[in-house]
């Protein structure tokens, strides 16, 4: 594998001791063992709809980025969490199905928000059955048009 990626969906509805002990630890212990085999695989965790369980994570984790869902804002990403290394998402889902320059400016904005640290673009949860094609294409083409 090039990269792995650890999901835990229901990591936001966890909150505090209950958020470390079984989104937080888990995730730092997979993630240990992976990197005892495997010292050079980059690693993604996600904790989904996790708010400001997003802030720390990576490093507490040991994770090389954190994917971050459409639950907080790009902006808020880059103030809380991006100072701490990588960061992955966040666009809506939605936008792939719905298209147009909503989807053009939201992608942008993402972008713009996030260009002053490492960032890998990405939706903020899974594309959906009903998303169409031509939209993920003009994403694609906005996301490079923005980073030149």
């Given at each position: 594998?090039?990269?792995?990626?650890?999901?835990?969906?229901?990591?936001?509805?966890?909150?505090?001791?209950?958020?470390?002990?079984?989104?937080l630890?888990?995730?730092?212990?997979?993630?240990?063992?992976?990197?005892?085999?495997?010292?050079?695989?980059?690693?993604?965790?996600?904790?989904?709809?996790a708010?400001?369980?997003?802030?720390?994570f990576?490093?507490?984790?040991?994770a090389?980025?954190?994917?971050?869902?459409?639950?907080?804002?790009?902006?808020?990403?880059?103030?809380?969490?991006?100072?701490?290394?990588c960061?992955?998402?966040?666009?809506?889902?939605?936008?792939?199905?719905?298209g147009?320059?909503?989807?053009?400016d939201?992608?942008?904005a993402?972008?713009?928000?996030?260009?002053?640290?490492?960032?890998?673009?990405?939706?903020g949860?899974?594309?959906?059955?009903?998303?169409?094609?031509?939209n993920?294409?003009?994403?694609?083409?906005?996301?490079?048009?923005?980073?030149?």
């Amino acid at each position: 594998a090039e990269v792995v990626k650890i999901f835990d969906s229901w990591a936001g509805s966890l909150k505090g001791d209950a958020f470390t002990k079984y989104a937080l630890e888990p995730t730092k212990r997979i993630i240990s063992a992976l990197k005892a085999k495997h010292p050079d695989l980059p690693i993604i965790a996600f904790p989904r709809e996790a708010g400001d369980g997003y802030i720390g994570f990576a490093k507490a984790t040991g994770a090389d980025c954190v994917a971050i869902d459409n639950s907080v804002s790009a902006e808020w990403v880059a103030q809380n969490v991006q100072r701490d290394g990588c960061v992955q998402g966040n666009l809506k889902s939605s936008h792939m199905v719905t298209g147009g320059q909503a989807l053009v400016d939201e992608t942008r904005a993402i972008v713009r928000a996030l260009s002053n640290g490492p960032h890998i673009f990405n939706l903020g949860h899974g594309i959906t059955p009903d998303a169409d094609p031509e939209n993920v294409q003009l994403m694609i083409d906005t996301v490079r048009e923005s980073r030149d």
